[in-house]
């Protein structure tokens, strides 16, 4: 997925050797996704919290050479495909570039434009928006705009997680 680039990637759970197992696609799991990128491109971070059934599950990773909106797809891709099993998922971004490319069906008109903008160039982060589809086929996913850095605990918890991760490169 991210061929030539460096990428650290960190997992940690809330209870010890916890992970996200799913049943099925009867229970719920909340994602909450951020991206963070100093300059654009530049150093990057992203951050993924995902809770289900009482369990956390926090990933985070960084790139050298990124743009937000890719740190911000690889939250939404790391998170899905952490899931062992296909989950019912709500994804919380503070991202209109990722909730809108799917609430808004923008996604499919890239695929049915053959990933070309309505303005004729080349869909930028292709490669990921194909790799979150891939989950989004095995999973159902709803996808929820939240605001950035206001009043949403998890969704600011995820941005000092990228933001961290961020400067773990950066440095």
């Given amino acids: 997925m991210t061929e030539g680039r460096e990428q650290a990637v960190e997992a940690e759970t809330a209870a010890a050797g916890a ?4 049943e099925g696609a009867e229970e719920e799991v909340v994602l909450y996704t951020d991206g963070a990128c100093s300059g654009n491109p530049g150093p990057g971070g ?3 919290i995902l809770r289900y059934k009482g369990r956390e599950k ?3 990773g960084a790139e050298e050479q990124t743009t937000n909106n890719r740190m911000e797809l690889m939250a939404v891709w790391q998170g899905l ?4 099993r296909p989950a019912k ?16 069906g923008w996604i499919e008109r890239w695929q049915q434009n053959g990933w070309r903008t309505a303005r004729g160039t080349d869909v930028e982060n292709r490669d990921l928006w194909e790799a979150i589809l ?8 709803t ?16 941005d000092v997680l990228a933001v961290t991760a961020m400067k773990r490169v950066k440095s």
């Fill in 89 to 104: 998922v709500r994804v919380y971004s503070d991202s209109a570039y990722v909730v809108n490319a799917f609430e808004q």
């Fill in 143 to 158: 996808f929820i705009k939240v605001r950035g850095h206001a009043d949403d605990d998890l969704n600011n918890r995820a």
């Fill in 19 to 22: 992970t996200l197992t799913t």
């Fill in 58 to 60: 926090v990933l985070t």
């Fill in 81 to 84: 495909q952490s899931l062992k």
């Fill in 46 to 48: 992203w951050a993924a």
């Fill in 134 to 141: 891939e989950e989004w086929k095995r999973h159902e996913v």
